[in-house]
Structures are given as structure tokens and as C-alpha cells.
């Protein structure tokens, strides 16, 4: 019994010093598999520094293309927080027109498209512009206001300006009416017959929202807009360089 016994611990530890060598002789293994993924990361890093290029040389174009534009005559700029921008004017009756707009996305996929095929047509095709839809309040001194729903054409679907007496009538459309004492309701101006939709174009032309209002108004926020993309893709570059 004592030499089963002897020899069955004898065979124990033999197991137990192959199962221990057998650890150590797998362990380089594994070490060398986790050795792989640094090659993972340098390949990462190789597309960050070309997407990097990438974006060094679209931030020359736009910084060559790039000009300053005014806010309309007679407005100011009261707000302007990241994409959001505000512009207000007073008038000797205590009236003001506020004027609200976000630039994210005020750059649309389809005035692209229309640029990319006019450029087939002509060697320079015409510059981007942005089209934010608008929000313009009339303020009475009482504090009583009406708000209009506003979006600018595409440069194709900008109709012309006909005869004198609509010549300074704005271009973009008033889609929605809210009366702001009557919180959460609106109405769409297709229910409107067209008489009414011409008092309320003359009512915002009264206010100095016209045909000369919108052109500066587009071109000062075309010019935010281009520095919002500026800074856009300075901070893609930056991600790509960490």
C-alpha cells in the first residue's frame, strides 16, 4: 500500500510539473497573438493622417473663398448662440422685428446637386449660398406680436420680380401664421386667398423685410455659415491628429 501510494504521488507530481510547463510553454503564445494589435493601431493612425490632408486642403479653399458680410441695413445682431443667430430693428414706434434663423444645415443636399450641374454647364459655377429658414416677429409696443414661418427658395425656384409694384416684395414664401396669444396654434397660409397673402407680404414689407432685406440677409448668413464650416473642419482635423 505504501508503494501504491508513493508511486501514485510520484505520478501526481510528475502531472503537476508537465501541467506547470505546459502553462509556461503557452503563455509566450498568447503574449505573442496580443503582440498583433499595435498593427491595428498604426493603421488607424496612417488614415487619420490622410483624412487629415484631406481636410488641410479643404480648409484652404474655404479659407480662400471666405468673405465678411453686415447684418440687413438697419438690424443688429442681438443673439447669436452656436447655429442660432438672432437680428432685431427698432423703430421711432416702438415696433420690432425680430428676426430668428438656425444655420445648421441651412446648406441643403439638392443646392449642391444644382451647383454640381451648372458647373458642367459654365467653368465656375455659382457659390454655395445658405437658405435658413426664418422666424420673423412683429412686436407692437403693447407687447402683442405675430410671428411668420418663413423659407427662402433655391436658386432655381426664385421667381422674378415682374412688374414696379411687386418689385420689393421678398421672395421666400410665409408658410405658417401664429398669433402668439393664442399659445400652440398656427395656421398655413394655403388656406389664405391670395389678397390676404398680399397684405401680409406688405405687412413685413412695412417693416423693411423686403426684396433688399432678403439678398443682404442671405449673403450675412451665407458668410456665418462658411465659418461655422471653418471651425467644423478644424475640429475634424484636430480629432484625426490626436
Known sequence: MLNFSNRFSTVVRHLARRSCSFQRFTVPRICHVRSQLPEARFF?????????????????????NSYNSSPPSGFEVEKLDETNLTLKKCFPDG?????????????VPEDVSENELQGKEQDAPSPLEARPDLKIRLRKPSGRSVLFHCSLPSSLEEPANSDQDTSNLPTFS?????????????????????????????????????????????????????KLYRSFLEEFKAYCKE
Open 44 to 64: 488607424s493612425s496612417d488614415v487619420d493622417r490622410q483624412f487629415s490632408a484631406v481636410l488641410t486642403e479643404e480648409l484652404k479653399q474655404e479659407n480662400e
Open 95 to 107: 415696433v420690432v422685428v425680430e428676426v430668428k434663423m438656425d444655420l445648421a444645415g441651412s446648406i
Open 174 to 226: 410665409v408658410d405658417m401664421v401664429e398669433m402668439e396669444k393664442i399659445p400652440g396654434y398656427f395656421v398655413y397660409t394655403d388656406l389664405f386667398d391670395d389678397n390676404m397673402y398680399d397684405h401680409i407680404m406688405r405687412l413685413l414689407t412695412e417693416r423693411g423685410v423686403d426684396y433688399e432685406f432678403q439678398r443682404q440677409l442671405q449673403d450675412f448668413a451665407t458668410s456665418e455659415e462658411h
